[in-house]
């Protein structure tokens, strides 16, 4: 090795923190340029709160889902739409700010983890916390199973809740006697779950840690009911796991709607019976554990939905599932008192993924997305065995440097194996085509990635492409609303404007609720030259979606061209008030002011 390089390595083993950030960052820089993808559409771009700060009360009491889906009906999020508001004010619709932001929360959960592995580790096994948290804060930097938490600008709700409740473990967690730490750590719990429902279980992880590491979650002594100093410990630990409980779970009693889970309809296992989702979940537990471990097969939920059928719980798969995750499981507990921090992470990821396994109904069978606060257990686990087998190795084999070469170069090439898939995965996100081409080839007849392929081609030009996923997706679901709306775009760009009017009269027969079919009626009708109808149509649109500024964007440049100018103006002066950075808008406005007498 040359002087200059083995200065750098000696530099770079002094600082583990800039090791850490450095790769926590290079793992993303691919991201940076990608478009719009999955649900970014509605969360961000498309919705009306994000696109003015003075949107603030409405944005701290109203639903995720004010401008979603219905699985995320009765979600509330307020911290992670008012992040995307300042990145909105910042920047409108420049993806390059979103995904800067996603990055840099990353970097600083990864150092998050360095620093919490590190207080575990030392609290057990004093003198061996470097290496163990630095390889467990490197594992957790590039693993590829955060891919769609950090590179999908919508996963930022991940890596908020991951924030907050590990910051609030750090916090709360300390023998330092600092009156702050406390109320901040609580502070830290509740915008956490504030983020996304998931942190809540920050008290549960408390537990395990006062369990496993005691001096790590700021306990002089192990818990427990026999000497005085271990009562006392014990009574320490319940107080802190209740302030933690009353900061995490507050949030969901003061939510909108005040119902734990979304509602039954939006629910993925809505009317089954219970051995039905445990069965299921048995095997999404064991596919998770996979990924932990093995993430070279990855993909959307609709990937693991087309791989993961409902079963009973008596029931084969459910059964093999279960010979995966229990084992796994009581080896943790067995483990506790003999390897107290490999432990801790296996019974750490169980811990983390309880609000995501549908004991209180979700909207998602399973998603990559869900691992990211569990996969912090995963890391510690393997990062402090790596740690343990290179010392174990050292050793052994003193007098044979080739030996010990190899077993560091295996720990070098985990980590850059590890970050070489999530680059590459990165790239399937790059935007939509690429993504909903990536994902048909786990599911080709799920009618929604069939749907959203048809959109990414039609953007892209290829509306014979379109038609055929359309095609696809009708097939198998007939009664798709929104693939109705979608051929209707295809055919009249194609020059069938007949037939897309047909098809998006069909589509509002389906989803009378829904304003996307006569906003695109709109279009057709406009398309023909009958702006009269077209601007009666877009009136229906915008009583279904009045915050829509799109929709009054159209309508006002119709009325404009109708000469009804009072009327556009008023319709153009809501589009620019509804989102501040719709240049077209603004600028039909000026001509309207202009043309006015």
């Known amino acids: 090795m040359s002087p200059t390089l083995s200065r750098a390595v000696d530099w770079l083993r002094k600082r583990p923190a800039v090791l850490v950030a450095a790769a926590a960052a290079l793992c993303q820089m691919n991201t940076f340029a990608n478009q719009p993808v999955l649900d970014d559409g509605w969360v961000i771009f498309d919705n009306p ?131 702050w730490r406390l109320p901040a750590g609580l502070a830290a719990a509740a915008l956490g779950t504030l983020s996304k429902e998931n942190a809540a279980v920050a008290p549960l992880l408390f537990a395990l840690v006062a369990v496993a590491a005691p001096a790590a979650a700021g306990l002089p002594n192990r818990p427990g009911l026999r000497a005085g100093e271990r009562r006392q410990a014990l009574l320490h630990g319940c107080a802190v796991a209740l302030a933690l409980a009353l900061a995490a779970g507050l949030p969901l009693l003061l939510r909108p709607g005040g119902h734990l889970g979304v509602p039954l309809q939006a629910s993925w296992f809505a009317g089954r019976p219970r051995g039905v989702v445990l069965g299921t979940m048995s095997r999404a537990l064991a596919e998770y554990l996979r990924l932990l471990v093995f993430p070279w097969e990855l993909g959307l939920d609709f990937f693991y939905a087309a791989r993961i059928p409902f079963v009973g719980a008596r029931s084969w798969p459910a059964i093999l599932g279960a010979a995966v995750w229990a084992p796994t499981l009581a080896a943790g507990l067995l483990s506790l008192r003999r390897a107290p921090v490999r432990a801790l992470g296996i019974l750490w990821v169980f811990a983390a993924l309880v609000p995501v396994l549908n004991l209180v109904p979700t909207g998602v069978l399973m998603a990559e997305r869900l691992l990211y606060l569990p996969s912090v257990g995963f890391c510690l686990w393997a990062g402090h065995g790596l740690e343990w087998a290179m010392r174990a190795i050292r050793e052994r084999f003193a007098a044979s440097r080739p030996i010990r070469t190899a077993a560091g170069a ?11 898939r999530t680059l590459a995965r990165n790239a399937d996100w790059r935007d939509g085509e690429s993504l909903w081409r990536a994902e048909i080839a786990h599911a080709p007849l799920d009618p929604v990635v069939n749907n959203n392929l048809a959109v990414a081609l039609t953007q892209g030009g290829d509306l014979e492409g379109a038609r055929a996923r359309l095609f696809v997706a009708l097939r198998v679901a007939p009664s798709y609303s929104f693939a109705w709306v979608n051929l209707g775009i295809v055919q009249q760009r194609t020059g069938d404007r007949a037939g897309a009017l047909a098809s998006l009269a069909r589509a509002r027969a389906l989803a009378p609720a829904s304003p996307r079919a006569w906003f695109f009626t709109a279009l057709v009708l406009a398309d023909l030259g009958d702006l009269s109808q077209a601007v009666d149509a877009l009136a229906r649109a915008e009583a279904l979606a009045p915050e829509d500024a799109e929709t009054r964007f159209r309508r006002g440049d119709y009325l404009l061209r109708l000469g009804r100018v009072p009327e556009a103006r008023r319709e153009l002066e809501l589009a620019a008030q509804l989102d501040p950075w719709h240049r077209e808008a603004h600028a039909l406005l000026e001509s309207a002011r202009a043309n006015s007498p």
């Open 49 to 179: 709160l994000v696109k003015s700060l003075a949107n603030l009360p409405r944005i701290l009491l109203s639903d995720y889902a004010v401008a979603g889906a219905a699985t995320n009906a009765g979600l509330w999020r307020p911290v992670t739409t008012l992040s995307y508001a300042l990145n909105y004010a910042a920047g409108g619709t420049a993806v390059f700010g979103y995904h800067a932001v996603n990055a840099a929360l990353h970097v600083l959960v990864s150092l998050l983890v360095l620093c919490w592995a590190r207080n575990v580790v030392a609290s057990v096994d004093p003198g061996r916390e470097g290496a163990a948290s630095l390889l467990a804060a490197l594992l957790f930097a590039v693993h590829p199973v955060h891919v769609e938490a950090v590179a999908g600008m919508v996963g930022r709700a991940e890596l908020l809740a991951t924030l907050g409740a590990l910051l609030a473990l750090h916090l709360v967690g300390t023998r330092r006697r600092a009156r």
């Open 410 to 420: 295996v720990a070098v090439l985990a980590v850059a194996g590890l970050a070489s």
